[in-house]
T-cell receptor, first 112, second 113 residues
């Protein structure tokens, strides 16, 4: 009954460090998404994937990279952490049918 | 490019009153979601609307979709304090970036006694 699992829940990287946020879903969903949510703001789409091996940029992709080697996993990589990337990151997945998009619990990232 | 606009962005209501949140979107879609978010929490799914004229109700909340007008509404009936949260609509894009899911900026609802 896991759904969408994000790790870690909290992370405090230094400026210039690289790091990866993990996202795994066990629902065999084709579509997966990464969003960032700044305090008091809405969700902005960073990258998304419509299936294994296929990814595409969203609204705010600069400074991030993704890969989708399996249906289950969709990691988000920050190559050079910057203060502007301080945010809460949410991963989501959905099937191609009419079901809702399920969200992970979020990763709170603070770049220092 | 798909744009999703919600209004109002802030809504302060008294308990017992009714109000409507509006969600407009700019390109063709027949898949619209409503979510609720409590402070510091993830997003909780409220409704999935899949076709023109779809209407769904859960408790004091009712959502509808008009795909021709590119408009969805979330109606709140006899508001109670427990409904205080931020509400988001999200639309699946069937245009150039097919499959992406774009959110509105959210409506922060505060229900006061």
């Amino acid at each position: 009954n896991a759904g969408v699992t994000q790790t870690p829940k909290f992370r405090i990287p230094k400026i210039g460090q690289s790091m990866t946020l993990q996202c795994t879903q066990d629902m065999n969903h084709n579509y997966m998404y990464w969003y960032r949510q700044d305090p008091g703001m809405g969700l902005k789409l960073i990258y998304y994937s419509v299936g294994a091996g296929i990814t595409d940029k969203g609204e705010v992709p600069n400074g991030y990279n993704v890969s989708r080697s399996t249906t289950e996993d969709f990691p988000l990589r920050l190559e050079l952490a910057a203060p502007s990337q301080t945010s809460v990151y949410f991963c989501a997945s959905r099937s191609g049918g009419g079901t809702e998009a399920f969200f992970g619990q979020g990763t709170r990232l603070t770049v220092v | 490019e798909l744009k999703v606009e919600q209004n109002p962005l802030f809504l302060s209501m008294q308990e017992g009153k009714n109000y409507t949140i509006y969600c407009n979107y700019s390109t063709t879609s027949d898949r619209l979601y409503w979510y609720r978010q409590d402070p510091g929490k993830s997003l909780e799914s409220l409704f999935v609307l899949l076709s023109n004229g779809a209407v769904k109700q859960e408790g004091r909340l009712m959502a509808s979709l008009d795909t021709k007008a590119r408009l969805s509404t979330l109606h709140i009936t006899a508001a109670v304090h427990d409904l205080s949260a931020t509400y988001f609509c999200a639309v699946v894009n069937y245009g150039g970036s097919q499959g992406n899911l774009i959110f509105g900026k959210g409506t922060k609802l505060s229900v006061k006694p």
